[in-house]
Every structure is written in C-alpha cells, then in structure tokens.
C-alpha cells in the first residue's frame, strides 16, 4: 500500500505542475463533499474520485496505466473495513488539494506518503486482530 503512496505521490506532484482552473474545480467540489461527509460509506466513494482527480490532473497515461496494475489494498469499500483511517484520510486528502492549489508540490506528495503509511499500519491492525498473520503448524 505504501507503493501506492509513492505513485500518488509522484501523480501528485505532476498534477500540481500541469494545474488548472478545471482540475482546481473538480478538488474543490470534492473537497466541499469531504467535509460533510460522515460515514465510511459517504467517505469512500469520494476519496476513490479524489484520487481519481488527481490522476487525471496529473496528465500521465503511464501513471494510470501504473494504477490500473496495482491491486487494491482491501476488497470492497476501504472504510468499512478500517473505520479508524475515515479521519486522517479526510485531513489528509483536504490537506493535499490545499497544498496543490498553493503550487506546493513537495507538500502534496509528502502528505499523500503519510496518509499512505498510515493507512497501511491500520489495515496491518485490522488483519492482525482478525488472525490472518498467525502461524499455522
């Protein structure tokens, strides 16, 4: 998961580079949703477009082709199963449309690496606690 932090990242920094008023539209309007949304089941489809924007921002055939090969890190809506990310990512993803509509791209990339990381210690969490890392003799 943290791979796909680091194609974000990068997706992100070119999306700040090749910024527009469209795709400052289309974080905007995002972003508005982010904030009124409440539950797992709001939150995900909005950060599914999020990331989407970005990509499409980011002008890049080889990065989604990149995206397009890579599994997803969870079957099925990502906040169902790891309710404790809803928050950060929300801050997270806020934080990033902020950083690159001020043309810092750095920022962008390092906050989607963060988010990432983060995420990926949750979802350890989750498959921990549900057994999946024990040892079977």
Do not use: C, W
Not at 14 to 35: C, F, G, N
Not at 71 to 96: C, K, S, T
């Amino acid at each position: 998961y943290e791979l796909l932090g680091v194609v974000y990242g990068f997706a992100t920094r070119q999306a700040t580079l090749h910024r527009d008023d469209d795709s400052d539209e289309a974080l905007v309007a995002i972003e508005k949703q982010l904030r009124r949304a409440t539950t797992a089941g709001a939150l995900y489809p909005l950060a599914v477009s999020f990331h989407a924007a970005i990509v499409a921002a980011a002008r890049s055939p080889r990065i989604r082709a990149l995206l397009r090969a890579m599994p997803p890190l969870v079957p099925g809506d990502f906040f169902e199963l790891v309710g404790d990310a809803i928050d950060g990512q929300r801050e997270a993803l806020l934080a990033i449309g902020s950083a690159i509509r001020a043309g810092d791209r750095d920022v962008a990339s390092q906050r989607y690496l963060d988010m990432t990381g983060r995420n990926t210690q949750l979802v350890v969490e989750v498959f921990r606690t549900r057994g999946l890392f024990e040892e079977t003799t």
